[in-house]
């Protein structure tokens, strides 16, 4: 049965103070199969205490989101063995041991560096796999945004090297770059049966690389149209699972759970086939 995740993401940030104790209160509210655990580089210094309250939460994690940096580690790569990213990796891998993930989601390029050192992020893919191997954990690779290129050629390139490589199609991330048309197309239609495991649903209201909109939207307040991206989806037989990401809580730190549960039952019906009202 598919499963439809909420990203912790989506509900503790700087507003609530990245209280990580918050998601077990809040996770009665929200009606979905469980949660994308989102670490923060802000947590490193904490990782036993995290560790036990995630466990204590009793909440299910099947997958796990990276530390964002992580990716800006492997494209910098100062000591020219990526030690750095590779430390980072390996704390975040057993982080999602611990509280039961069996994948975990990299950006393999991202911040300050972004893709300009594409290079060096292509070539570390190797080493944080190989870590993930060591936990056996499926590593997963998303369409970040990109500076210079775009998600879709870096997919490509990696594949190209690394063709088991495992991938996380974000919509928002696509949308960024108009490259949803590219999904569709029936050259592409291998990286469905092959690669892409895992989905991250959300909206996007920009133009073509519109930095200043690139926020996280609910489903069916931007630009995507979700009814041909799910009929597409349910037409190639698409197993995998889906992560609502889209920011809930506001500057005041309060969580809008109404609009996450909204985001979660438009999923459940489009995925059972049912007509929506």
Known sequence: MKKILCSTGALIGRPNNRDYSLIKEYAPKLY???????????????????????????????????????????????????????????VNCEIAKEIGAEKIVVHLWDGIYSDSTIENNIKGYETIRRVSDE???????????????????????????????KLIFDTKMAAFHYQLEEIYKEENLFLWKKNIRHL?????????????????????????????????????????????????FSDDGKVNFDMLNKCFKYIKKVIDNKKQK
């Open 32 to 90: 979905c199969d469980g949660f994308e655990f989102m670490m923060y580089s802000s947590w490193y210094n904490q990782v036993d205490k995290l560790i036990e309250e995630l466990k204590k939460s009793k909440l299910n994690f099947p997958v796990m989101h990276c530390e964002k940096h992580i990716g800006e580690d492997l494209g910098r790569n100062i000591d020219g063995k990526y030690q750095t990213a590779k430390e980072k990796f390996k």
């Open 135 to 165: 936990y056996y954990i499926e590593l997963l690779i998303e369409n970040v945004v990109c500076s210079h290129k775009s998600p879709m050629e870096h997919w490509m390139r990696l594949i190209k090297e690394f063709p088991d490589a």
């Open 200 to 248: 991250h649903i959300n909206d996007y209201a920009g133009s073509y690389k519109d930095w200043n909109n690139l926020i996280t939207l609910p489903i069916n307040t931007g630009n995507i149209d979700f009814d041909r991206f799910f009929e597409y989806t349910k037409n190639i037989q698409y197993n995998g699972d889906y992560t609502i990401e889209a920011t809930a």
